[in-house]
Nanobody, 128 residues
Protein backbone atom coordinates (compact mmCIF):
# COMPACT_ATOMS: atom_id res chain seq x y z
CA UNK A 1 0.00 0.00 0.00
CA UNK A 2 1.23 3.42 -0.91
CA UNK A 3 -0.31 6.87 -0.79
CA UNK A 4 0.46 9.39 -3.52
CA UNK A 5 0.07 13.15 -3.32
CA UNK A 6 0.61 15.42 -6.31
CA UNK A 7 1.64 19.04 -6.05
CA UNK A 8 2.94 21.84 -8.24
CA UNK A 9 -0.07 22.53 -10.40
CA UNK A 10 -1.38 25.99 -11.08
CA UNK A 11 -1.94 28.64 -13.71
CA UNK A 12 0.78 29.24 -16.26
CA UNK A 13 0.96 31.15 -19.53
CA UNK A 14 1.52 29.37 -22.84
CA UNK A 15 5.21 28.68 -23.30
CA UNK A 16 5.79 28.57 -19.58
CA UNK A 17 6.96 25.74 -17.36
CA UNK A 18 5.81 23.85 -14.30
CA UNK A 19 7.25 20.99 -12.31
CA UNK A 20 4.84 18.56 -10.76
CA UNK A 21 5.81 16.44 -7.79
CA UNK A 22 4.43 13.13 -6.62
CA UNK A 23 5.27 12.33 -3.02
CA UNK A 24 4.75 8.79 -1.80
CA UNK A 25 4.18 7.55 1.71
CA UNK A 26 3.29 4.25 3.33
CA UNK A 27 5.76 2.30 1.23
CA UNK A 28 9.02 2.85 -0.56
CA UNK A 29 8.87 3.59 -4.28
CA UNK A 30 11.78 1.22 -4.79
CA UNK A 31 9.25 -1.42 -5.80
CA UNK A 32 7.00 0.69 -8.03
CA UNK A 33 7.08 2.05 -11.52
CA UNK A 34 5.55 5.52 -11.76
CA UNK A 35 3.19 6.93 -14.34
CA UNK A 36 1.79 10.38 -14.93
CA UNK A 37 -1.66 10.72 -16.48
CA UNK A 38 -3.93 13.62 -17.25
CA UNK A 39 -7.59 14.22 -17.90
CA UNK A 40 -9.01 17.33 -19.50
CA UNK A 41 -12.67 18.31 -19.10
CA UNK A 42 -14.85 16.21 -21.37
CA UNK A 43 -11.99 14.01 -22.48
CA UNK A 44 -10.74 10.55 -21.61
CA UNK A 45 -7.79 10.09 -19.31
CA UNK A 46 -4.51 10.16 -21.19
CA UNK A 47 -1.29 8.40 -20.34
CA UNK A 48 1.44 11.02 -20.35
CA UNK A 49 4.63 9.36 -19.15
CA UNK A 50 6.05 6.33 -17.35
CA UNK A 51 9.34 5.65 -15.62
CA UNK A 52 10.80 2.35 -14.51
CA UNK A 53 11.88 1.57 -10.98
CA UNK A 54 15.62 2.05 -11.27
CA UNK A 55 17.08 1.44 -14.74
CA UNK A 56 16.05 4.75 -16.31
CA UNK A 57 13.58 3.52 -18.91
CA UNK A 58 10.93 6.09 -19.78
CA UNK A 59 7.87 6.43 -21.95
CA UNK A 60 6.28 9.61 -23.29
CA UNK A 61 3.09 10.22 -25.17
CA UNK A 62 3.68 11.76 -28.58
CA UNK A 63 1.80 14.86 -27.50
CA UNK A 64 4.38 15.71 -24.83
CA UNK A 65 7.57 14.16 -26.15
CA UNK A 66 10.40 16.68 -26.21
CA UNK A 67 8.57 19.02 -23.85
CA UNK A 68 8.00 16.95 -20.71
CA UNK A 69 10.56 15.04 -18.66
CA UNK A 70 9.75 12.43 -16.07
CA UNK A 71 12.17 11.63 -13.27
CA UNK A 72 12.30 10.04 -9.88
CA UNK A 73 14.34 10.21 -6.72
CA UNK A 74 13.83 7.00 -4.83
CA UNK A 75 15.79 8.31 -1.86
CA UNK A 76 13.20 11.07 -1.52
CA UNK A 77 10.33 8.74 -2.40
CA UNK A 78 9.24 11.24 -5.04
CA UNK A 79 8.62 11.42 -8.77
CA UNK A 80 8.64 14.59 -10.86
CA UNK A 81 7.16 15.70 -14.14
CA UNK A 82 8.93 18.70 -15.61
CA UNK A 83 6.68 20.41 -18.14
CA UNK A 84 8.16 22.95 -20.54
CA UNK A 85 6.77 24.86 -23.51
CA UNK A 86 3.28 24.41 -22.16
CA UNK A 87 0.32 24.73 -24.49
CA UNK A 88 -3.34 25.45 -23.75
CA UNK A 89 -4.14 21.88 -24.74
CA UNK A 90 -2.00 20.69 -21.83
CA UNK A 91 -4.67 22.00 -19.47
CA UNK A 92 -5.88 19.07 -17.39
CA UNK A 93 -5.89 17.46 -14.00
CA UNK A 94 -2.62 15.57 -13.70
CA UNK A 95 -2.47 12.34 -11.76
CA UNK A 96 0.44 10.36 -10.42
CA UNK A 97 0.10 6.59 -10.29
CA UNK A 98 2.25 3.71 -9.08
CA UNK A 99 2.46 0.12 -10.21
CA UNK A 100 4.12 -2.53 -8.08
CA UNK A 101 6.72 -4.80 -9.61
CA UNK A 102 4.44 -7.75 -8.94
CA UNK A 103 1.73 -6.06 -11.02
CA UNK A 104 3.89 -5.67 -14.10
CA UNK A 105 5.64 -2.45 -13.11
CA UNK A 106 6.94 -0.39 -16.03
CA UNK A 107 5.61 -2.67 -18.74
CA UNK A 108 2.06 -2.36 -17.44
CA UNK A 109 2.28 1.42 -17.50
CA UNK A 110 3.71 1.51 -21.00
CA UNK A 111 1.07 -0.89 -22.26
CA UNK A 112 -1.66 0.99 -20.39
CA UNK A 113 -2.80 -2.10 -18.52
CA UNK A 114 -3.66 -0.16 -15.39
CA UNK A 115 -2.00 1.04 -12.23
CA UNK A 116 -2.31 -0.08 -8.62
CA UNK A 117 -2.43 3.26 -6.80
CA UNK A 118 -3.49 6.76 -7.74
CA UNK A 119 -3.16 10.23 -6.33
CA UNK A 120 -6.05 12.67 -6.26
CA UNK A 121 -4.58 14.92 -8.94
CA UNK A 122 -3.38 18.47 -9.33
CA UNK A 123 -4.85 20.97 -11.78
CA UNK A 124 -2.69 22.54 -14.46
CA UNK A 125 -4.20 25.43 -16.39
CA UNK A 126 -2.35 26.88 -19.36
CA UNK A 127 -3.91 30.15 -20.41
CA UNK A 128 -3.01 33.72 -21.21
Amino acid sequence: QVQLVESGGGLVQPGGSLRLSCAASGDTLDYYAIGWFRQAPGKERERVSCISISDGRTYYADSVKGRFTISRDNAKNTSYLQMNSLKPEDTAVYYCAANHIYSGSFAACVRNYGMDYWGKGTLVTVSS
